[in-house]
Structures are given as C-alpha cells and as structure tokens.
C-alpha cells in the first residue's frame, strides 16, 4: 500500500487524464476511463491510498499501475481494463457502468473536452 497527496493529474495525448503525480514525484497511470471517472472526485491536493503494480515507463521512470484506489471514504478495485467492485457512499462513488452504445463516461469525457476547449478560446 502507498499513501500520496495528487500534486498533478497527467493529461495523455488525447487530453484524457490517465494518470496522477504525487507530491513525493511518484508516477501513477490508469486506463482514461478510469481517469476520467476519477477526476469527477478526487483531483489535486487530495490524499489517495493505492495498491498495485509498480512497472518502469519508457522513460525509465517507475510507475504504479493501480488495481485499488482509496480516497475521501471510498475506494476502487479494477483490473486495469473494467471497473470491478465500488463502494463508498452514494453520494461519492463513481456510477456503475452502463452497457449502452454511448456511455455516460463517454459523454463526460467529450463534455470535459468541450470545456477545457471554450475556456482555452474565452481567455
């Protein structure tokens, strides 16, 4: 188990947030799906309790590649490709996933990218 505080979250190349920075300089990396449910709860400054696997990245950097995540009085278990188990308290953990065609994470993802895009151009 590691305990951090996020300094950062870590933007991929299609703007989707797929990992943290801690502020002790530790990397974490997570699908953009995940990354995206995460960010709706947690974010900078917040403290996280993690477990899983610790792998160097091309850069030669180590990296943790999380399969529990634990923040703010509810935590997250998945096997880096779907959401296994949530819990926590209704109003603090992720929704279940939807089996639909366009998924509500989906639809917040390009949301979120909609944002990020009008206040670029507003400033």
Same mark, same amino acid.
């Given at each position: 188990?590691? *305990?951090?505080?996020?300094?950062? &979250?870590?933007?991929?190349?299609? *703007?989707?947030? *797929?990992?943290?920075? @801690?502020? /002790? $300089? ?7 799906? %995940? $990354?995206? +449910?995460? !960010?709706?709860?947690? $974010?900078?400054? /917040?403290?996280?309790? &993690?477990?899983?696997? #610790? ?23 998945? =096997? +880096?490709?779907?959401?296994?188990? #949530?819990? $926590?308290? /209704? =109003? ?5 996933? +939807?089996? !639909? +065609?366009?998924?509500?994470?989906? %639809?917040? #993802?390009? @949301?979120?990218? &909609? #944002? ?8």
């Amino acid at each position: 188990m590691l *305990d951090g505080t996020i300094k950062k &979250l870590i933007y991929n190349h299609h *703007d989707d947030v *797929d990992g943290w920075q @801690l502020h /002790d $300089g530790t990397l974490v990396h997570f699908p953009p799906h %995940i $990354g995206e +449910q995460l !960010s709706e709860w947690i $974010g900078e400054g /917040d403290e996280v309790t &993690l477990e899983g696997d #610790r792998r160097s990245n091309r850069d030669g950097d180590e990296v943790i590649f999380p399969s529990y995540i634990e923040s703010q009085g509810w935590s997250l278990t998945f =096997d +880096q490709k779907k959401p296994q188990q #949530r819990k $926590g308290p /209704d =109003d603090k953990h992720p929704p279940e996933h +939807q089996g !639909s +065609q366009v998924s509500n994470e989906d %639809i917040m #993802r390009e @949301l979120m990218k &909609l #944002r990020r895009l009008m206040e670029a151009w507003s400033q």
